[in-house]
Nanobody, 128 residues
Framework: QVQLVESGGGLVQPGGSLRLSCAASGFNSDLWNIGWFRQAPGKEREGVSCITKNDGTTYYADSVKGRFTISRDSAKGTVYLQMNNLTPEDTGKYYC?????????????????????WGQGTQVTVSS
């Protein structure tokens, strides 16, 4: 069964860090592009970051560039999202999903519907 499971969320103070994990099962995640998305209450789901299959090119939303880092551990079948210098605007439920074409990573919001096998999400709350 194809599955993506997110973990690592929690409550953190502004300026703090979290590392989210997206664990894949039932398929070889190295053959897929993996994207991270987030959704705040009352807002649309937005793309945060993506890593392509093959060469591991990474993409980031402007709002997280320089603060978030996406990476892949092929041996564990897991994609990570390291989030530093968090702000209250980063609060939301974070989801990972997969897409087949590398071009779909380049514009996550436009290509959101091309992503599938969504996980259940992990909640990130940034608050003092």
């Amino acid at each position: 069964q194809v599955q993506l499971v997110e973990s690592g969320g929690g409550l953190v103070q502004p300026g703090g860090s979290l590392r989210l994990s997206c664990a894949a099962s039932g398929f070889n995640s190295d053959l897929w592009n993996i994207g991270w998305f987030r959704q705040a209450p009352g807002k649309e789901r937005e793309g945060v970051s993506c890593i392509t299959k093959n060469d591991g090119t990474t993409y980031y939303a402007d709002s997280v560039k320089g603060r978030f880092t996406i990476s892949r551990d092929s041996a564990k079948g897991t994609v990570y999202l390291q989030m530093n210098n968090l702000t209250p605007e980063d609060t939301g439920k974070y989801y990972c999903a997969r897409a087949f074409r590398p071009s779909e990573c380049a514009d996550l919001n436009r290509n959101r519907n091309m992503f599938g096998s969504w996980g259940q999400g992990t909640q990130v709350t940034v608050s003092s």
